[in-house]
């Protein structure tokens, strides 16, 4: 199973990016898949994630009502729309995929984008 997270960059703050998350190997719609991120000298942390069915999605306080996460299983791919990006919002941004239908333990990961929010 590959996960390839792109669409990543450098921004200025207050713009919106959104990452892809193309996914070959195995059908998203028997995952729940997820975003998480890590910055400099930081732990990974988890950002946003969606059920397996698509209808419930889970946020991070500190990108929720900024972040949107949605699905498109014809596509096989994830997304993560994120909009007033924030200095702080800096971090490899990885996908994953759970075989728990509501998410929780990863079992794939991808490789990571980088997001670069400049004040």
């Known amino acids: 199973v590959q996960l390839q997270a792109s669409g990543g960059g450098l921004v200025q703050a207050g713009v919106s990016l959104r990452l892809s998350c193309a996914v070959s190997?195995?059908?998203?719609?028997?995952?729940?898949m997820g975003w998480s991120r890590q910055a400099p000298g930081k732990e990974r942390e988890f950002v946003a994630s969606?059920?397996?069915?698509?209808?419930?999605?889970y946020y991070a306080d500190a990108v929720k009502g900024r972040f949107t996460i949605s699905r498109d299983n014809a596509k096989n791919t994830v997304y993560l729309q994120m909009n007033s990006l924030k200095p702080e919002d800096t971090a490899v941004y990885y996908c994953?995929?759970?075989?728990?239908?509501?998410?929780?333990?990863?079992?794939?990961w991808g490789q990571g984008t980088q997001v670069t929010v400049s004040s």
């Open positions: 190997g195995r059908t998203i719609s028997n995952y729940a």
């Open positions: 969606i059920s397996r069915s698509g209808g419930s999605t």
């Open positions: 994953a995929a759970s075989g728990n239908p509501y998410y929780g333990t990863s079992d794939y």
